[in-house]
Antibody, heavy 122, light 105 residues
Framework: EVQLVESGGGLVKPGGSLRLSCAAS????????MSWARQAPGKGLEWVGR??????????DYTTPVKGRFTISKDDPKNTLWLQMNSLQIEDTAVYYC?????????????WGQGALVTVSS | EIVMTQSPATLSVSPGERGTLSCRAS??????LAWYQQKPGQAPRLLIY???TRAAGIPARFSGSGSGTEFILTISSLQSEDFAVYYC?????????FGQGTKLE
């Protein structure tokens, strides 16, 4: 069974930092492209950033509002993905989802975590 | 960045009816278009990728069509569990972007 479990969410003051973790199991974590998306309260979805698999260069890309402030990394042996968030702003308040994409026998599969709430408020 | 515009914002339909949702891209995304379903309090679920390929486990009543800038998600006969918010998303050019969503009620 595939599982993605986020942790580390909570309340943080503007300008503060927070690190989200995503524990993965049940699929080939090392070969998957891992991503974070977020959803502000009552709003739509925003793709925050992605990390390609090592075989695809292990590169990262970020959406413009978080570039230079957020960093995605992972530890393949530990099957763990992280999102380091620095210089947090009120508009970063959202549920953050980790998700994985992989190709299996010619079909694309995607797995999502349940989300972690990050609240930025003074 | 590519702007994805969905219409209508809300679609009122009855169970058993057909639902047709539209998505327009501000520039061509080829067939690099996905559709997601999201229910309250849940993570999004991938329905369609490549504009028309159903993801694993998605019922055949869901179908996608289109290419370039115009896309359609059709739900042939709505079931009670289909009432949710639907998002289109382009993955042709980074940053990948979502539409604002269509609520099926």
């Amino acid at each position: 069974e595939v599982q993605l479990v986020e942790s580390g969410g909570g309340l943080v003051k503007p300008g503060g930092s927070l690190r989200l973790s995503c524990a993965a199991s049940g699929f080939s974590f090392a070969n998957a492209w891992m991503s974070w998306a977020r959803q502000a309260p009552g709003k739509g979805l925003e793709w925050v950033g992605r990390l390609t698999s090592k075989s695809n260069g292990g590169t990262t890309d970020y959406t413009t509002p978080v570039k230079g402030r957020f960093t995605i990394s992972k530890d393949d042996p530990k099957n763990t993905l992280w999102l380091q968030m620095n210089s947090l702003q009120i508009e970063d308040t959202a549920v953050y989802y980790c998700f994985a994409g992989e190709w299996d026998s010619g079909a694309y599969k995607e797995f999502w975590g349940q989300g972690a709430l990050v609240t930025v408020s003074s | 960045e590519i702007v994805m515009t969905q219409s209508p914002a809300t679609l009122s339909v009855s169970p058993g009816e057909r639902g047709t949702l539209s998505c327009r891209a501000s520039q061509s995304v080829s067939s690099n278009l996905a559709w997601y379903q999201q229910k309250p309090g849940q993570a999004p679920r991938l329905l369609i990728y490549g504009a028309s390929t159903r993801a694993a486990g998605i019922p055949a009543r869901f179908s996608g069509s289109g290419s370039g800038t115009e896309f359609i998600l059709t739900i042939s006969s709505l079931q009670s569990e289909d009432f949710a918010v639907y998002y289109c998303q382009q993955y042709n050019i980074w940053p990948y972007t979502f539409g604002q969503g269509t609520k099926l009620e």
